[in-house]
């Protein structure tokens, strides 16, 4: 789709290497690997039904507001824009991924 809103579940997909998902499962770096035990995220070439590939999309701050923690199910569908940061949790295990910038 070309829009996403707030809350719902995607997968990502790779347009250019080898057009694989975005993938974690419950397996965790070994201790010693990175500063916590973090769950591994790699990319994975088969079915996009996968339910590995499930990615939940919550609000960290939009580009022109103050950040919110707070999700009204009865507000109006809003969607994620060009400038927003956005905090992606893993659907099945329910862990954020974490990125090095």
Same mark, same amino acid.
């Given at each position: 789709p070309?829009e +996403?809103?707030?809350?719902?579940?995607?997968?990502?997909?790779?347009?250019?290497?080898?057009?694989?998902?975005?993938?974690?499962?419950?397996?965790?770096? @070994?201790?010693? +690997?990175?500063? =916590?035990?973090?769950?591994? +995220? /790699?990319?994975?070439?088969?079915?996009?039904?996968?339910?590995?590939?499930?990615?939940? =999309?919550?609000?960290?701050?939009?580009?022109?507001e103050? @950040?919110?923690? +707070?999700?009204?199910?009865?507000?109006?569908?809003?969607? =994620?824009?060009?400038?927003?940061? =956005?905090?992606?949790?893993?659907?099945? /295990?329910?862990?954020?991924?974490?990125?090095?910038?």
């Open positions: 070309s +996403v809103a707030y809350g719902a579940q995607i997968t990502l997909k790779n347009q250019r290497v080898g057009s694989g998902y975005l993938h974690s499962h419950p397996i965790l770096y @070994p201790q010693g +690997v990175g500063t =916590v035990q973090q769950q591994q +995220v /790699t990319c994975y070439y088969g079915s996009s039904s996968e339910t590995n590939d499930v990615w939940n =999309v919550f609000i960290i701050k939009k580009w022109n103050e @950040p919110t923690n +707070v999700h009204d199910s009865e507000s109006p569908i809003d969607l =994620v824009k060009s400038g927003d940061l =956005v905090r992606l949790e893993h659907a099945f /295990t329910r862990r954020n991924i974490h990125s090095h910038v």
